[in-house]
């Protein structure tokens, strides 16, 4: 069992950046693929970025709203995974979520549903 928590999540201005972390408990992350998502109410869990496990290479994908803004990170001494956001923009408003997921196939990281571990979140707010 995986304990996600995640942190980091605030309300900043346009153009600002912020830094989220996602720390696990309970088994180590090395092995697992992770995930972040957000959501706004009313709207499905949209996916943001995805890092590999360490032994498929820890390669990293995004979706494309925020392809060149994002990066994705894990620091397995840390047991954590980090979601840079630079250039925040008002439609980044979400709350975010990490996720991991073991044995994923790379066409099904963008799925929500192959994930089987959460956190419970934290509030993103862009606004000026």
């Known amino acids: 069992q995986v304990q996600l928590v995640e942190s980091g999540g605030g309300l900043v201005q346009p153009g600002d950046s912020l830094r989220l972390s996602c720390a696990a408990s309970?088994?180590?992350?090395?092995?697992?693929?992770m995930g972040w998502f957000r959501q706004v109410p009313g709207k499905e869990r949209e996916f943001v970025a995805h890092?590999?496990?360490?032994?498929?290479?820890?390669?990293?994908y995004y979706g494309d709203v925020v392809k060149g803004r994002f990066t994705i990170s894990r620091d397995n001494s840390k047991n954590t995974v980090y979601l840079q956001m630079n250039s925040l923009k008002s439609e980044d408003t979400a709350v975010y979520y990490c996720?991991?997921?073991?044995?994923?196939?790379?066409?099904?990281?963008?799925?929500?549903?192959?994930?089987?571990?959460w956190g419970q979140g934290t509030q993103v707010t862009v606004s000026s």
């Open positions: 309970g088994r180590t992350l090395t092995n697992y693929a």
């Open positions: 890092i590999r496990s360490r032994s498929s290479g820890s390669n990293t």
């Open positions: 996720a991991a997921a073991t044995g994923m196939i790379l066409s099904s990281i963008w799925n929500p549903t192959q994930y089987a571990y």
